[in-house]
């Protein structure tokens, strides 16, 4: 169970990546603004917020990564296990506030919710 769960803490992790990229790198691009539904105004007055919000992005993903690396590595898979838990967990966090404050942006919420939803399930099976 765990290494399946650790093969959907990767794609979460991968998927977290990607949207830094669009937050962070190309959010006054015209394919990232039909990815988001922004037009080109609000884009640019949203640029700094979604730079910010982007390298949150990268952040978990980076945890989820250590995480799994960490449990690759160890004879001990507590931290591995411990980092890959709290960076999937705070991803399904932040996809619930997102579903819950913003119910138009359900699509989103719910890619951004599955893999390290499915990720949290395993792993904890695996204990």
Sequence with gaps: MTAVGLVFAGLAALLHVYIWVMES???????????????AEEAEATKELAFNQGFYNLFLALITAGGIVAHAAADDDTVGVTLVLAGTGSMVAAALVLLISSPDKARAAITQLAFPAVAVVLVALGL
Excluded at 25 to 39: D, N, V
Aim: glycine share 6%; no cysteine; charged share 15%.
């Design 25 to 39: 790198l190309t959010w006054t691009s015209p394919r990232t603004r039909a990815t988001f539904g922004t037009s």
